[in-house]
Nanobody
């Protein structure tokens, strides 16, 4: 009943920028934390950045000062602005959201994931 749809990945040169978007839709009552994770080949999925419903943010040390997470609560959308990209940023990026749904008069809190979008940084 909830979908997260990502967009904005692609191929970029080192030093370039990309902006990822993730829109949530469905039987949403409220969205709590939203975040971005990434998984490079042969590595475990890792947290990139997270933003609470109140706007507090946290970043992985490897992206601090280069990436910015933001959200538009009216659009149920989270963004990741990625600047000064490095080859080591190459990975599949996944959107995550903790969402409260209201169905049949019942509230449920669930952890939802997008399908992933490929980001490749290479010259």
């Amino acid at each position: 009943q909830v979908q997260l749809v990502e967009s904005g990945g692609g191929l970029e040169q080192p030093g370039g920028s990309l902006r990822l978007s993730c829109a949530a839709s469905g039987s949403i009552f409220s969205i709590n934390a939203m975040g971005w994770y990434r998984q490079a080949p042969g590595k475990q999925r890792e947290l990139v950045a997270i933003i609470t419903s109140g706007g507090s943010t946290n970043y992985a040390d490897s992206v601090k000062g280069r990436f910015t997470i933001s959200r538009d609560n009216a659009k149920n959308t989270v963004y990741l602005q990625m600047n000064s990209l490095k080859p080591e940023d190459t990975a599949v990026y996944y959107c995550n959201a903790v969402i409260t749904t209201l169905l049949s008069s019942k509230y449920r809190v669930g952890d939802y994931w997008g399908q992933g979008t490929q980001v490749t940084v290479s010259s």
